[in-house]
């Protein structure tokens, strides 16, 4: 009998007392230990309610004792030894066989520290390699922020069309097209507007100024915590954030030109190296490629926003003009994208974040989401780009073939 463990949340004072959020029984229970009619599933796999189960968990012993409510029965599972190398989740019930395979085949082969997840839409199944890792988003982190808006906008706090002006003071650096709309008396335009900058350009100026405006980055936060989210962290905002990963304290007169990349170039290259070292060991904004694609997963199936704002975010993901040789690149006619790109700085040849993360459609309307990540890597900028759309042609080609074996079992059906 397999038994595969649900979400612990402390529930009490005591220490090492958790609630379970489910216990998940690939194969028939035992007669014993059956859920009553209150909670019974009628599957094989069976999820138990949350808070249904209670467990006492050693870390020392390595045990997990749960206890079921409806029965009084006890089962004690032994956790595995943390793994010191990278996370593999290629086992995944129903997930395609030829699709992990493959999957492994290219991430095993790329040269440095990358991650991959790939869930499909209906929640049957995610695949993962270094899934659970934490890896430099960049500005795959504008998703969040875009949540944040759409969020409030539910709530009444925000309209799109609310007219906003943004001043000199405003500006941020790197990647800001907005930059040359704003002169000595500003620029004034809506909402709107601003988070279709921020996620079809990736706009640095007009994303930070929209975290500004729902409450700065402990709004995000508390966002991505109260939709748990997940393993998603968010940074302190484009400037100190991108200011630290290069060595570097902010200062205001970096957002002016290429102020902040001369300042980058003065710089001892051991302590650029040190700086990119410690932010790839432990990135401020990190994230997990299989918590993305998870809530990539709750954001297309309405469970993040209204469907109103689920509809208009999606939407204006599919016009992404970035990453245009990433996962766009790798699908075939007749699918569609709503996605986010990051990218991180150089060092040398040396760049910490590569991405691109999305929800991908097929003609018949099914979705996948995907998330492939590179953190830190030295092969040439077409290498990147190559296993970013290969991910997404082996998914599209896993639901080809799938669709393929589908006819085929139904015309074997109806033939007998």
């Known amino acids: 009998m397999a038994i595969s463990l649900g979400k612990w949340a402390r529930t009490g004072a005591a220490a090492g007392v958790f609630t379970l959020a489910y216990v998940s029984i690939a194969q028939p229970l035992p007669a014993a230990l059956r859920p009553t009619a209150a909670n019974a599933t009628p599957s094989a796999s069976v999820k138990l309610a949350a808070n249904s189960t209670t467990s006492t968990k050693s870390a020392a012993a390595g045990i997990v004792t749960m206890k079921l409510r409806s029965t009084g029965h006890s089962i004690s599972i032994a956790l595995p030894a943390a793994s010191p190398g990278p996370t593999i989740n290629d086992s995944a019930r129903a997930a395609p066989a030829e699709l992990t395979s493959a999957l492994r085949a290219i991430w095993s082969?790329?040269?440095g520290k990358a991650g991959i997840a790939v869930m499909k839409s209906d929640g049957s199944w995610l695949v993962s390699y270094?899934?659970?890792e934490p890896m430099p988003q960049q500005s795959v982190s504008k998703l969040w922020v875009a949540i944040a808006v759409m969020d409030a906008v539910d709530k009444g706090q925000l309209r799109l069309d609310d007219q906003v002006t943004l001043k000199k003071s405003d500006m941020t650096l790197f990647h800001q097209p907005i930059a040359g709309l704003i002169g000595p008396n500003g620029y004034t335009t809506t909402i709107a507007s601003l988070l279709k900058r921020a996620m079809t350009q990736s706009d640095n100026t007009a994303n930070d100024f929209l975290m500004r405006k729902v409450g700065g980055p402990a709004a995000?936060?508390?966002?991505?915590?109260?939709?748990?989210?997940?393993?998603?962290?968010?940074?302190p905002g484009e400037r100190h954030f991108q200011a630290a990963t290069a060595g570097l304290a902010w200062k205001p007169e970096y957002s002016n030109g290429w102020s902040f990349q001369n300042a980058r170039a003065m710089l001892p290259v051991d302590v650029r190296k040190a700086a990119m070292d410690r932010y790839v060991a432990d990135p401020m904004d990190g994230a997990t490629p299989a918590a993305i694609a998870r809530a990539l997963v709750r954001l297309k199936r309405g469970e993040l926003l209204s469907p109103q704002s689920t509809q208009y975010l999606i939407t204006v993901m599919q016009s992404t003009t970035?990453?245009?040789?990433?996962?766009?690149?790798?699908?075939?006619?007749?699918?569609?994208?709503?996605?986010?790109?990051?990218?991180?700085q150089d060092l040398g040849s040396r760049t910490a974040g590569f991405n691109d993360v999305g929800i991908m459609t097929a003609p018949d309307g099914t979705s996948y989401t995907v998330a492939v990540m590179i953190a830190d890597t030295k092969a040439p900028i077409s290498q990147r780009q190559r296993l970013i759309q290969q991910v997404a042609s082996l998914v599209a080609a896993s639901h080809k073939g799938g669709l393929y074996a589908a006819r085929q079992e139904s015309g074997n059906a109806s033939a007998n």
Request: aromatic share 6%.
């Open 109 to 111: 082969s790329f040269p």
């Open 130 to 132: 270094r899934g659970d």
């Open 220 to 235: 995000i936060r508390e966002v991505i915590a109260n939709k748990r989210l997940g393993a998603i962290r968010f940074g």
């Open 322 to 344: 970035t990453g245009r040789a990433r996962l766009k690149a790798g699908l075939p006619a007749g699918w569609k994208l709503a996605h986010k790109t990051g990218t991180g």
